[in-house]
Each structure stands twice: as structure tokens, then as C-alpha cells.
């Protein structure tokens, strides 16, 4: 079947009010993988994901003086077929004199099975039971205060449970594809993701550069690091005014940092700026590298929204296991990354895992599981082998960062830029700026370092600051 021959399934037609970011949904075939584009530019498009019910969702901006203008959106089904949806944007200003910030933006709907607040007393089901519950290990309230608030807030609250449905965005590497196996992230090949600079740039914590990573990581556990977690609020993201093209941000958590060796997890946004209008896709990713990265249809993130991200290391179900029984480094039967992602604007939750071993797929293989490095970053992805413009996004607070050493103890965390009494030449912190090397390393976004309202009094937060020049 050829695209000349599918016929419109569907027209829709949206208004959008001028220079405010939107919300829009469509609705497909269930599980269907789309591309948005202008059919005078087939080239230059969006991949959406369709969710089990079958809505598509992405947010268009009328950049002023923008024409009624129609893109196609091309959905590909499980069977497939291919069905081709005529979507009209037409920007109306009387659109926002009588329509209230409620009705423009409504809050995004999620199914699936509803995991209940804990009750009756938090410290009696061990974390065997409340993972396969559906909650995240609990932290040691002695040791780790804050991070057993944090959790108790988590659990003091329902979530609905999503399905574990993960669609591959090839774009992010090669078209290859992996193995794909229930509650497993399967990969898909990808580039570096990082490269660090030996200059080093002036200002705030900032001792290093990179081209695509702001934010902070440690390195040098004294065993291995085993936990890392933390919250943020989604930004809203722009490209830059009357500059027609495509940019992205992501934002995330992860262990280890080498092109074959890195698990992650976070939110991000592409942008894209065509004929008068702006679209942009907002979503929950994971993935391990050197594959990349599965999107989560069924986890709808939106401008605003409050997530978490929690990846720790544990046998199959969940349970981490230390040499001794309560510290001194983890074993063989250690052999997951669980990772468990909330919104909690929404109430989605999503629980999977992927293996620590080294795999080979393809013709591409990992190191597996170090534990050596844990981040807190914020990127411009590269997208089919190219470094993307970083988009321009509101300020970015991550709260809550913590990481665990296996050597220290089972569940106790300590947070970010806090005094743990630690030699320097343990757990070393290092913070980082992005440039832009192909403009005198020009800094394009930088890492503030605030204090975390969520943890002890030295922990700190980090704020992402986007740098705007004129």
C-alpha cells in the first residue's frame, strides 16, 4: 500500500487562540503510530503515539498573523493499514475571550488499574509485597528522613496503574529493532550520549562543560550506586520566534554514563515550527543505552505536571540483595534495573525493568550494569545523528535528588550536594553547563543550584536556566 493510494480517513478541525500553546487530541485507531507533518514538507515531521484508547495528543501554538493551514497526520495500525487524518489549525482570538485556562487546557484522562493508597501502618509489608503491589521500595526512615516522606507521600495517595506498552522512536538511533518482552524495556540502537569538555565555564556550580548534558552527576561510590531518585515540574517548551525548524529538551535520571552502559528515564519535548504554527509533543520515556529510547503512550505528560522517577537495582522482583544482608555491595542475584515513574498531576504510574547483564542484539552489545555514575540531567537529544537546537523552556526545578551507594546500607539515600561526611575522593560531584561548541562554546543552558525545599537543609535542588541571547 502506498500513501497516494490511502484515502482521508477523518478531518479535524481545531481553533487555537493566538501565541498560546494548546492542547490538542485526535482520535485513531488504538495503538497506532502516527507522524504529524505539512504534506509540503513530508520530510519534516512528529512521531505521536497513539494510547490504547486510541488518542493522539500534541499542543499548537497560532504564532501571529498564522493562516487556517492543514497538516496530515499519517497513522500506522498494528494490522497495517495506514489511515491519513486531515488536521485544520486556524488561529481565532475570539477563542480566548470566552473560553476559561480550564476548558483550553483540560486535565489529560488515564486508565488502567487503580493502585489504592497504603493503609494501615506503613512499615509493616516488606518491600518483596510492596513492589508487587505496585509501589517503590521504602527508604529507611532513620537513615534517610526525607526520602521516607517522600515515599510516604507517594504511597498515601492512589495512582492508576498504567499498561507497560512501550513504542521505539527510531529516529533517536538506528531503524534496528531489539527484543521486545513484557515488563522489559527493548532497545533500539542510538548515538552517544554524552561528550564533556575539559574547559571549564565560569559561574554558579558549573566545573564542567558539555555539548548536550546541564545538571550534575556523581562519580567514584564507594561500591556501586544502586538508587537514584527525584521530582520535577514538566517545562513548557518554545522554539524560537519567526525561526521556522525543530528543537527538543528532555529532562532525566539515570545510572552509569558510557555509550554502552547508561540507564535513564524522564520527560521530554520536540518542537516543531511550520507554516504560521508551532507543535509540540510532550512524553514519558526510558531507555538503555546503547538502544534507545521507548516512549509510553499510556502515560500522558503535559506543561506543569509534577513527576518522579525512581530506578533502583533488585532481583527480579524487585528486592535488592547485599553481600551481607544489609550492605557491602550488591550480588548476582541482583539482576534488574526497576524503573517507576508517577505523575502526579494525573495520577499515572508506571513500574518495568530491564536486566543488568550485558546483552547482545543486533550486532550491538552493552557492558551491562556498573554503577559507577548517577545523574541528574538535562539534554538536547541527538535525533537521527544530529545534535538538535536545545529548545527555549521555563525555568526547570528538579527536587528531591537522591542517590544510593550499595556499600552504605539497604534503602538509605542521601541527597544531592549534601555534607554526608564523605572523602573528597569518594563520591565526587561534578556540575555541568551546556555549550554550544559550534558557536566559541557559547553557554546555552546552566545548572543553579538552590536549596531543595523537599530534603535536609544543605541538599540542594537544581534549577535549569535556559540562556537567551538577542
Not at 34 to 55: E, K, N
Not at 95 to 111: D, F, I, K, N, R
Request: hydrophobic fraction near 35%; aromatic fraction near 12%; proline fraction near 9%.
Amino acid at each position: 500500500m502506498t500513501l497516494e493510494s490511502v484515502e482521508i480517513a477523518k478531518r479535524v478541525e481545531r481553533r487555537v487562540p493566538p501565541e498560546r500553546a494548546t492542547p490538542v487530541t485526535v482520535q485513531v485507531s488504538p495503538r497506532s503510530v502516527c507522524f504529524f507533518y505539512h504534506p509540503q514538507a513530508p520530510g519534516r515531521r512528529l512521531q505521536l503515539d497513539a494510547d490504547d484508547r486510541g488518542l493522539v495528543r500534541f499542543h499548537a501554538r497560532a504564532l501571529t498573523g498564522a493562516e487556517p493551514t492543514e497538516f496530515h497526520l499519517e497513522c500506522h495500525g498494528n494490522d497495517g493499514q495506514i489511515e491519513l487524518y486531515t488536521i485544520s489549525l486556524s488561529s481565532d482570538i475570539r477563542y480566548t475571550a470566552w473560553m476559561s485556562g480550564a476548558e483550553l487546557e483540560p486535565a489529560a484522562m488515564v486508565e488502567g488499574e487503580v493502585r489504592p493508597a497504603l493503609e494501615g501502618d506503613p512499615m509493616a509489608p516488606s518491600n518483596l509485597e510492596l513492589v508487587s503491589r505496585g509501589y517503590p521500595l521504602r527508604p529507611d526512615p532513620a537513615k534517610a528522613p526525607a526520602q521516607y516522606a517522600r515515599w510516604l507521600k507517594n504511597v498515601s495517595r492512589s495512582y492508576t496503574w498504567i499498561s507497560t506498552r512501550l513504542v521505539a522512536h527510531p529516529e533517536y538511533g538506528d531503524v534496528r529493532r531489539g527484543p521486545f518482552e513484557k515488563s522489559r524495556l527493548a532497545p533500539v540502537p542510538r548515538g552517544e550520549p554524552f561528550r564533556q569538555s575539559p574547559q571549564t565555564v565560569t559561574g554558579w556550580m558549573a566545573n564542567h562543560t558539555s555539548s548536550s548534558w546541564c545538571g550534575a552527576y556523581y562519580t567514584h561510590p564507594i561500591n556501586q550506586f544502586a538508587y537514584i531518585q527525584a521530582d520535577w515540574i514538566v517545562p513548557q517548551v518554545f522554539d524560537f520566534p519567526n525561526s521556522p525548524g525543530f528543537s527538543a529538551v528532555v529532562e532525566w535520571i539515570g545510572l552509569d554514563n558510557a555509550k554502552v552502559d547508561l540507564y535513564q528515564a524522564g520527560t521530554g519535548s520536540e518542537c516543531f515550527t511550520i507554516f504560521g504554527y508551532q507543535i509540540t509533543t510532550y512524553f514519558m520515556w526510558m531507555e538503555s543505552l546503547p538502544w534507545s529510547w521507548w516512549e509510553i503512550p499510556n502515560f500522558p505528560v503535559s506543561p506543569g505536571d509534577e513527576v518522579s522517577v525512581d530506578i533502583w537495582v533488585a532481583n527480579e522482583y524487585g528486592t535488592t540483595i547485599y553481600e551481607d544482608g544489609s550492605f557491602d555491595g550488591l550480588t548476582c542475584e541482583d539482576n534488574s534495573v526497576w524503573f517507576y515513574v508517577n505523575n502526579a498531576t494525573n495520577g499515572a504510574s508506571f513500574m518495568g525493568t530491564y536486566p543488568t547483564a550485558p546483552e547482545s542484539v543486533y550486532g550491538l552489545n552493552s557492558t551491562g550494569f556498573s554503577g559507577y555514575t548517577a545523574e541528574f540531567i538535562l539534554e538536547r537529544p541527538t535525533i537521527n545523528g544530529i545534535l538538535t537546537p536545545l529548545a527555549l523552556f521555563t525555568p526547570t526545578p528538579m527536587s528531591s535528588c537522591s542517590y544510593g551507594d550499595a556499600e552504605d546500607g539497604e534503602y538509605n539515600l542521601f541527597a544531592l550536594g549534601a555534607d554526608n561526611g564523605i572523602p573528597l575522593f569518594d563520591r565526587q560531584l561534578t556540575y555541568l553547563n551546556m555549550v554550544d561548541p559550534s558557536d566559541h562554546n557559547r553557554l546555552l543552558a546552566e545548572p543553579l543550584a538552590i536549596p531543595d525545599p523537599n530534603n535536609s537543609a544543605d541538599a540542594q535542588a537544581i534549577l535549569f536556566a535556559r540562556q537567551i541571547y538577542p
